[in-house]
């Protein structure tokens, strides 16, 4: 008895939301932290600055990066919604609004935009950088390789569907 083939779309579904979830755990720990920077005078991070010797914590002034990387995950947990939504459940659109099926690619790729942004505004700032700002650039390819897989997977289903249309309409025809 033949194996059954496996849906290709569903996998590559599955391993976009892995990948979207890899990317919103390691943006949340980089956003969490206080290690983007760490001297031996002091440690900081997007919502404090601790001075080390005499210890003590203030309200961090960078919100630029802090924004744009709030902004990133807001709109990378949108796509992991609606990757779920249109490729795991199988929503079915007219094809007179497919073009929202997209909005799992471009809430991606925008998500990844923005957390490249974050770290290269925080970066602007100094050169000293610690493992919370390595988390933000993982967290950033694991989103951008979400986006570019989630734009085949949808560049893919709605060529079938496409497809499917074409060769309807031919068999139709045929006498």
């Known amino acids: 008895m033949p194996l059954a083939r496996p849906n290709i779309t569903i996998i590559l579904a599955y391993i976009v939301i892995g990948l979207t979830l890899s990317a919103i755990l390691f943006a949340v720990l980089a956003i969490g932290t206080t290690h983007w920077i ?22 961090s002034i960078t919100s630029s990066p802090a924004a744009l990387s709030l902004t990133g995950l807001v709109l ?14 199988d929503w079915h659109l007219s094809s007179s609004i497919r073009f929202i099926s997209f909005l799992s690619v471009c809430s991606l790729a925008l998500g990844a935009f ?13 050169t000293q950088l610690c ?16 986006a570019i897989i989630a734009s085949y997977l949808e560049g893919r289903r709605n060529a079938l569907v496409s497809t499917s249309v074409i060769m309807s309409r031919l068999a139709v025809r045929r006498p």
Not at 38 to 59: D, E, Y
Not at 76 to 89: A, E, H
């Open 38 to 59: 760490h001297t031996i005078r002091m440690r900081a991070g997007f919502w404090k600055l601790c001075h080390l010797q005499p210890l003590a914590c203030f309200n």
């Open 76 to 89: 990378i947990v949108i796509g992991l919604i609606s990757t779920f939504i249109f490729d795991i459940i």
């Open 114 to 126: 923005f957390f490249a942004m974050s770290y290269v505004a925080f970066s602007r700032i100094t």
């Open 131 to 146: 493992y919370s700002y390595y988390l933000m650039i993982v967290g950033q390819l694991l989103a951008m390789s979400a």
